[in-house]
Nanobody, 120 residues
Framework: QVQFVESGGGLVQPGGSLRLSCAPSGRIFSLYTMAWYRQAPGKHRELVARVDSGGHTEYADSVKGRFTISRDNAKNTVSLQMNSLKPEDTAVYYC??????????????WGQGTQVTVAS
């Protein structure tokens, strides 16, 4: 069974940096998009950044110029470099993989989430 597992969350002071990573377990033939979403307490889950198989990226306005998404197509992994973090970036961050082709078909997958807390 395929799973995607995030790592790299934690507590950081305002202005600091964190790097999140997401990697799959199990056999994957291909996938199309990889993305990071976040959900703060009392708020809906929102898209933070997305990258497709061609390397095209998309960012939420609130993180443009501060966050960078990257993927390794050979390993089917995705990372999110977060710089100049603000308290409003505090949330649970989720990895998402879209149109993942495995031995059981084509599906979307979510990671379990990793907490990012920005506070002094």
């Amino acid at each position: 069974q395929v799973q995607f597992v995030e790592s790299g969350g934690g507590l950081v002071q305002p202005g600091g940096s964190l790097r999140l990573s997401c990697a799959p377990s199990g056999r994957i033939f291909s996938l199309y998009t990889m993305a990071w979403y976040r959900q703060a307490p009392g708020k809906h889950r929102e898209l933070v950044a997305r990258v497709d198989s061609g390397g095209h990226t998309e960012y939420a306005d609130s993180v443009k110029g501060r966050f960078t998404i990257s993927r390794d197509n050979a390993k089917n992994t995705v990372s999110l470099q977060m710089n100049s973090l603000k308290p409003e970036d505090t949330a649970v961050y989720y990895c998402n993989a879209g149109a993942v082709v495995t031995t059981t078909g084509v599906n979307d997958y979510w990671g379990q989430g990793t907490q990012v807390t920005v506070a002094s």
